[in-house]
């Protein structure tokens, strides 16, 4: 296991502590396999060790899934490893009717989150929250802390149900939480930073970039709340609704399409239980394929990174210039 | 060469069996997929009452061998094979076929109905779900087999070579493919726009072990199961049986209209006559 000396916003890779972590549980749990349509980069250590519990069936992600369904029937927990736009959409059917249909314990663990992949349209992931979320029985996690990686991928080990794992490149995300010091849950979002203005609700590597919105926005006197929504499925409504309260102004910022992804999830809720924030906006991908460049690229382009994140903010609160 | 007595017992089996999908298919008002249930119903039989060893009274026995029907829509087959095996309760499934809150539908259901091993129903997709499960009976080291029953028409699906390249990549010797060759899809027969042949020789090219029967001649099916490799060794097998759909009842054989359907009582009977006459033709006496 990499152990890397905590700080805020330094870097380490998520997909190399997803490798670590799945040799770690495979130690311990002998019904651990991991499997991946040539996509097992991460896996270097636990093919290693564990050859027989390894499964590499070259570029078929239907068939990842399927066999994955029937390792579950017999007891086994696989994780599948994959890029997320081949792993949710080139086996959605599979994952809906093999998997979520007899409710088993599949853990799909996606790279690529969003815009960035580098690699253009074909391999961008923009839809697969929405695709994913509309699955009966699947839950729903996007998560950018490393070590939060971690903890999930432990706790899943007494969760029967089938659950997907968002992130995003995987190979330089932001520590933003101290290990040991946060109870990560399914089903809960966590307070990333306190504040009574406003807030920014986000999930994987967008927290980090909230965050540094939040810091733009201090720095001119206003007071941001940020919310990891880290659980996207099931949502964590009292989390949400507390900030509904407690800042009024409300700011969904994610690296998905907009119409399908947790901002759509935030507007169910909101209509749900008939409580609404006194503002509410979304920013993220609008309907478009975003063509090429890196994900910092693409976010500045399509109005996502922190600055259109602060400014959107300021305009909330700023009524007068909303109408000017 | 298989035991007389055995087969003749078989025979009885798969009589009373089409008996049986004929008087539920004539007793339901929607539409049954007869016409592939007629086809499977001899191999459903070998495998259920002969070649499988499964066990009815302990349906979590690790032992028992696996089955899993990737050809969903044949489900009502199943469900009668199975009860003719002690599974299920025959005159429950007739009563309560297709029926709200039923276990028993048109496409298999695990959750719902204990003893299913894998719910079905989307074409293509049993293959690999049985790889997974031979992967994990090999790794705990368990000698049972996992028998996966695919139509012929489903393997035009992509996934189904995907799990077959698989299977023999990994030397999954323990994984029995079983293919109702009847020749026909839904809406079309092969050959009028797609071509499945060479068909064996597109599963030699895969690696796996072909044993070619006929899919109607019980002493066939009997030799087929009686000489599969142990299940350790290192080629998965897919028995290709040539059937024919709707067998057995001479409007619905080879008869595009059956795919699935629903009988009025002067077809229930003019299909009844049939399977009298086909029992009669192999020297049937029950």
Redesign the interface.
Known sequence: MTRVTFTLGAILSARSVTGDTIVELAQKHKNIWAITADTGSSLKEFKKEFPERYIDVGVAEQNVAGIAAGLALEGNIPFIFGMIPFMVMRACEQNRTAVCYQDLPVRFIGTGGGLTSGAGSTHNAMEDIGIMKSLVNMTVLSIGDPNMVRDIMLLSMDYPHPLYLRLAEGKKDRMLYEPGKYDFKIGKGLTAREGKDATIIAHGEMVFEALEAANLLAAEGIDTRVVDMYSIKPLDKEILFKAVAETENLLVLEDHLMDCGLASSISDAFADEGIYPKKFKRLGIPQVYAGFGSGEELRKKYGYDKTAAAAAVKKMLTPALTAA | MANQKEVERLQDLAYEMRKKLIHLCGSYEGPVHIGGDLSMTDLLIGLFHHGMNVNPKDIKDPARDRFLLSKGHGAVCMYIAMSLRGYFDYDEIVRTYGQLNSAYGMHPC??QLPGV???T??LG?G???????????R?KKEEHRVFCMMGDGETCE??IW??A??AS??RLGNLIGVVDRNKQLMGCFDDDYIHLEPYADKWRAFNWNVVEIGGHDMNQIVDALDSLPPSNCDKPTVIIAATTKGKGVKFMERNLAWHAGALSEADKEKAMADIEAGYAQIGGSK
């Not at chain 2, 293959?127 to 009976?137: D, E, N, Q, R």
Request: aromatic share 8%; net charge negative.
């Open positions: 695990k959750v091993e894998c719910s129903g989307s997709q293959l690999a779900i049985a790889v997974g499960m031979a992967f994990s009976a790794l992509g996934e995907e799990a390249n698989t990549s990994y």
